[in-house]
């Protein structure tokens, strides 16, 4: 029995780490000026406690940390006098894990460098007069990361993966923005899968909606509330049908600073509900922004 939950729970260790929306920073549907250079370093520390299986607790007394340290390089330019954007990243990544995660299910502690994501953004209609935007994206993310098959949590994920996003972002009331986002996310099959009898390991596509709402508090400080909405991403282990089905929401809170030297970014939030994988208990960010010319 524990076998079989074991791998269940790897399954859905991969959900819960990397099935993600593609999470919207406060004001990055806004399109930027060109020829702009943006250095983005970020830390990041994901807390999760009790799995769930089917919108119900199966294992508690766990407490699974993942930890990233982020450096993001990004350009701004022009695509037939449209405005775009483009942005390469890679996070290091440190995973730990006690109680039950560890004895029952096998986890055990790893870091290493993560995959690398490619991003490119252009804006169909801008408008900085009356702060309306329009902007889609597409994204790949290269398998460059550690990844030991013999691991169950890994920092890389051994396959690729790409995205397709649009967001729309307009004022509502003054100093007051909402925004709005939709995304899929596909994923390649990874063919170096050991759990078990088992060699490959596939997903379906992942569904994620964003909405948030960000206040102007002075021109030096600005908060934003964001939700996220993700389903999907069945998983499939030599084409076998998992019951696997990622159905999460949860919220993210921003403080937004300019400063001298750039902007300062702290976020804080937590999943409000799961249906599968490790619930997230916390998430704490800290990102800070330089552009140069």
Known sequence: ???????????????????????????????????????????????????????????????????QLQVKYGRSFEIQNLPAFFYLQTPYTDIKATGNAVSLLGLSDASGVGDTTFALAIWPYADHNTRRYLGVAGYLTAPTGDYQNQRVANPGENRYKWAGQIGYQQPIYKDLDWMVAFDTLWFGKNSDYKVGSYSTLEQKPLYSLQTSFLYQLNPNYSAALAYFYSSGAVSYKDEVKQSDQTVSQRYQASLIANVPMGKVIFQYGQEISTKSGFKEDNRWVLRYNRYFK
């Open 1 to 67: 029995m524990m076998r079989h939950l074991k791998k269940i729970v790897f399954i859905s260790w991969i959900v819960a780490t990397n099935a993600w929306a593609i999470d919207l920073l406060p004001g990055d549907v806004v399109a930027p000026k060109p020829d702009i250079n943006l250095l983005q370093v970020s830390y990041q520390r994901i807390e999760r406690g009790d799995y769930y299986q089917n919108n119900r607790v199966a294992l508690n007394n766990n407490q699974v940390v993942n930890s």
